[in-house]
């Protein structure tokens, strides 16, 4: 079983910063992706930003620029940084972390964690 535990998150003003870190433990397995994704009242819940195992990143239209995910697969964690915050980034930001094996995909998510930005 793989466990994700995000934190980091808070209230933030317009423009501030924030940085998100999800921790993974469990059985870890090479090859895998983790992204962060986010959920606004009434809206579905959508990626922000994803990384491999091996580094390669991508970024949703609506954070690219500001926003930066990074990983450290020997202390097993994830983070997003964001800058120049906005209102309509407030959500619920879930930790995501997917593998396949033998052609069937696991996903494990985390519990999320609440941003609001506003003055």
């Known amino acids: 079983q793989v466990q994700l535990v995000e934190s980091g998150g808070g209230l933030v003003q317009p423009g501030g910063s924030l940085r998100l870190s999800c921790a993974v433990s469990?059985?870890?397995?090479?090859?895998?992706?983790m992204g962060w994704y986010r959920q606004a009242p009434g809206k579905q819940r959508e990626e922000v930003a994803s990384?491999?195992?091996?580094?390669?990143?991508n970024y949703a239209d609506s954070v690219k620029g500001r926003s930066a995910i990074s990983r450290d697969n020997t202390k097993k964690t994830m983070s997003l940084q964001m800058n120049d915050l906005k209102p309509e980034d407030t959500a619920v930001y879930y930790c995501?972390?997917?593998?396949?094996?033998?052609?069937?995909?696991?996903?494990?998510w985390g519990q999320g964690t609440q941003v609001t930005v506003s003055s």
């Open positions: 995501r972390y997917w593998v396949t094996i033998f052609g069937k995909q696991y996903n494990y």
């Open positions: 469990g059985t870890i397995f090479s090859n895998n992706t």
């Open positions: 990384i491999t195992s091996g580094g390669t990143t």
